[in-house]
Nanobody
């Protein structure tokens, strides 16, 4: 079992920044690939980015590339999502997810079904 707890969400003006954290417990977090997704009201869950076990490889959705950065600290069992130049379209509930079946990024890191465990989410609201 893996427990994931997101934090760091909030209300920010367009152009601002937030850093989300996802604290993991329950198993060897350092061997898992991790992902960040978001879901806006009335919309499908959307992929944001993913990171391999060591942090040496990342992959981002085009919508956030150049603005968002994923990193991880395996000693702290935590993965981060640094979000810069936020836009109103970034508003939503942000979820982290763990892919416990692989350490490297899979062929489809954007696919939510690749992930086995999910956090409860943290709300991010970007005002214009």
């Amino acid at each position: 079992q893996v427990q994931l707890v997101e934090s760091g969400g909030g209300l920010v003006q367009a152009g601002g920044s937030l850093r989300l954290s996802c604290a993991a417990s329950g198993r060897a977090f350092s061997t898992d690939a991790m992902g960040w997704f978001r879901q806006a009201p009335g919309k499908e869950r959307e992929f944001g980015g993913a990171i391999n076990w060591s942090g040496s490889s990342t992959y981002y959705a085009d919508s956030v590339k150049g603005r968002f950065t994923i990193s991880r600290d395996n000693a702290k069992n935590t993965v981060y999502l640094q979000m810069n130049d936020l836009k109103p379209g970034d508003t939503g509930v942000y979820y982290c997810a763990a892919d416990v079946s692989r350490s490297s990024l899979g062929l489809r890191p954007w696919n939510a079904v690749e992930y086995d465990y999910w956090g409860q989410g943290t709300q991010v609201t970007v005002s214009s």
